[in-house]
């Protein structure tokens, strides 16, 4: 136990989410992982190597940029995408035990960098969002989880869209993806001329 | 195994969901469950109470009144709020532990149920929709699974709304969520000479 609750509580969810991606996900029939959350967003493995890339280079190295250099450094631009090349030929599987190992060493870390509440009050700057706190950077990781998880859940009912018949009048997990991806082809339209498939693949995701 | 791939793959899902709901929710500390998905939605708790009332009367007895009784009869109404007095004082752990339990009856039922292909084309009745399908059933029973499941992430997402402090505008889970309150309260305003508080509650989950 640290002298800190809301790192506890925190840790509480950020050692769930590969134990939960690990049961949702590992051994699922490939029938349910073809599409998609939204036309042009990800897909379960998409989502899974995007938290191994954040796990890599955005929590914790932001956290240590927090308490060594405070607000006079900000930090490194995240790579949104950097799974895209790294992770094209590896089984849904082994992301998941890579993510679970990177998880268990960030966490074991964090540890070490957040000793109590005045560590969390330390500041650092984003380099689009200003000043922020260690705190807020850890419920933002915690959220984070959620917000992909979520993602992988409306990427897995997409499998089923057609499968349920007149009944996808009543399920919003359906519904709201036809509506992000009717907006997300407005946009593409309105942004053609300016932007490529990176870009357009990022419309659905959350960013950091 | 069973001759029909289509029972097998939405099974794989199914039994998946009671081990996920634990792995995320059980132990987790009270202050990741005391907000709703929405403003008017449901908790953690609601939600997994939703589902254990989904078990005793919608997928099963619905799939046993396709068999016995096609089109000539149509689904009974189901309750979609009978979990708020009947779990009332019931902790979560024991709600997780009746899903699971109450899942893996109705996944055995199942399996006497469907023994191929022809009886996945069965028809019955749904009261309002018309004429739907075994295999419908079993995909909307699955997807059903995963909206209330991401109704839960966005549960937990809504504990930590301010502490994420700037990084707010770039969680589209926790955005989302204030866009469903914003259409919520413009509805229920719309509503108001009619809707009591058991249908404003229900403005957020997916119906069956």
Redesign the interface.
Known sequence: MTGTIFL??SV??LE?TP??AR??LS???D??LGEPDTVGGWTARDVIGHLISAELDDWIPRAEIIVRDGTSHPFEPFDRFAHVQRDRDVPLGTLLERFAELRGESLSRLRDLVRDDADLDRRGR?PE??E??L???L??W???D??H??QV??S??AS?DT?????K??????L?RDAASAADATSAADASETAGAVETAGAA????
Chains 1, 2 share one sequence.
């Open positions: 506890d509580e509480a969810l769930r134990r939960v049961e949702l051994g699922i029939p029938s349910w984003h969002l200003g922020v706190t705190r807020e950077l419920a933002t915690a959220v984070h959620l917000d998880l979520a859940y409306a897995l009912a089923q499968a349920v018949g007149p009944w009048a009543y399920l919003g997990i359906l709201r995701g959350p960013v950091d």
